[in-house]
């Protein structure tokens, strides 16, 4: 019977051996083998199953991953519709591992002036001492980044929507003119998730998300996800076999938990988000929602476009002369907590000062504006709304 990915993350890897609704966690370092023999055998096996792509039943050793990973790692590829996902240990770690896979000295990375920070540092700084070019584009013209390509550029990463500026790009653009001009393509799809946009069954070669985030749903673990096409399979393979990189059995088990509410999350983040925003956009004080909410907007009709749902993290700018107001307007908030890693149950809120953004070249705040980022958590909206009006009127 067919399933729908709702029903398959509530049904999937369950262990029918031990009679539990959930995988076991197996940690294990040492993987027994019953003779030498079998050992031999089964390490054939394993690397003709690792060239061909095909699922792989356990390893030789721990770092191949355990049972538990295994388990992730299918429900990972059945939610993104990929060729495989590689399970790193933080996001951050899926990020650099996309783009170490792929770059060498002498090629050009072109990529969106408005990822993540620390994205904008491997770049910028640790592909810089390996002669690996760094060439930056306006997230809001297509036609800046197709003048860009050159023979050299081997890589196209995007971020969307854009971190903390929010801005929506033309993704199908971005991935013909890769296909056409034989160049390899990286979204940072975080934001989204895989449930709300599929980026390798649309054509990109490479999908991150920070499963810290929504996949974890409970601010509680870290991990990173790297789904990829059969394009770039073997190259990222063999950087993620010599470079060491991991997801405890115990941090997959808990990835594995999230996911079975996943879509439930995602659903509740988005249905909040916008009885949120439909009381934010009357209030003076905001002066710009930065979401995909307005049917007139640009940001809006790239968004509908391509996604089938929108997450619960959004910027606004508000207008002051009084920094200090602005933060006691955050610093007033009862239900959002005040920190990083958005994507969990609850609501959070940030400042974004220009050092958090990194170095922008197309996003400008005018003066006295300011930047917030907001995580739309899945308490009562009524609640949440209450606890902005209650503070915005710090805001002088
Ligand atoms: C868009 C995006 N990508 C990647 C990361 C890195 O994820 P992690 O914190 O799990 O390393 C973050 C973290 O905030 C993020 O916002």
């Not at 060239?51 to 991953?65: H, L, N, P, Q």
């Not at 899926?94 to 993540?116: F, H, K, N, Q, T």
């Not at 907590?337 to 400008?364: C, D, P, Q």
Request: hydrophobic letters at 35%.
């Amino acid at each position: 019977m067919k399933k729908s990915i709702k029903t398959f993350l509530k049904h999937s890897s369950k262990d029918y051996l031990n009679r539990s609704a959930n995988p076991a966690v197996v940690r294990a370092s040492t993987i027994y083998f019953k003779s030498i023999q079998e050992m031999q055998q089964h390490q054939k096996n394993l690397l003709k199953n690792i060239s061909k792509g095909k699922e792989i039943a356990f390893y030789d050793y721990g770092r191949g991953g355990s049972q538990t990973s295994i388990a992730l790692q299918k429900i990972l590829n059945e939610l993104e519709q990929s060729y495989h996902v590689f399970l790193t240990q933080t996001g951050f770690a899926a990020v650099a591992l996309a783009i170490m896979s792929i770059c060498r000295p002498g090629d050009e990375i072109l990529i969106s002036d408005c990822v993540y920070r620390p994205t904008q540092k491997i770049t910028n700084q640790l592909l810089n001492e390996f002669n690996i070019k760094t060439v930056w584009y306006n997230p809001n013209s297509f036609d800046d980044l197709k003048s860009k390509v050159t023979k050299k550029t081997k890589l196209i990463y995007v971020e969307n929507p854009g971190s903390n500026s929010f801005e929506f790009q033309d993704l199908g653009k971005i991935v013909n003119l890769a296909k056409k001009k034989k160049i390899f393509s990286a979204i940072d799809n975080t934001w989204a998730t895989a449930y709300f946009f599929k980026p390798i069954k649309f054509g990109f070669d490479l999908s991150i998300t920070s499963a810290t985030k929504y996949y974890s749903g409970h601010s509680d673990v870290m991990a990173g996800s790297l789904a990829v096409s059969k394009k770039v399979y073997k190259k990222v393979w063999w950087y993620y076999h010599i470079s060491g990189y991991r997801l405890s059995a115990d941090d997959a088990y808990l990835i594995i938990r999230g996911l079975r509410t996943l879509d439930l999350r995602m659903e509740k983040h988005q249905k909040n988000t916008m009885e949120v925003i439909k009381w934010m956009s009357k209030q003076k004080k905001i002066a710009k929602i930065l979401y995909p909410y307005k049917t007139s907007s640009k940001e809006y009709k790239l968004w509908k476009k391509y996604y089938s749902g929108a997450s619960g993290l959004l910027g606004i700018i508000v207008k002051s002369k009084i920094k200090s107001s602005v933060y006691k307007f955050i610093n007033s908030l009862e239900l959002f907590g005040i920190g990083y890693s958005w994507g969990g149950y609850s609501s959070l809120a940030v400042y974004n000062h220009e050092t958090e953004m990194g170095k922008r070249r197309y996003f400008k705040l005018s003066k006295n504006q300011h930047l917030l980022r907001l995580h739309i958590g899945l308490e009562d909206p009524k609640d949440i709304i209450n606890d902005l009006k209650r503070s915005l009127r710090f805001i002088k």
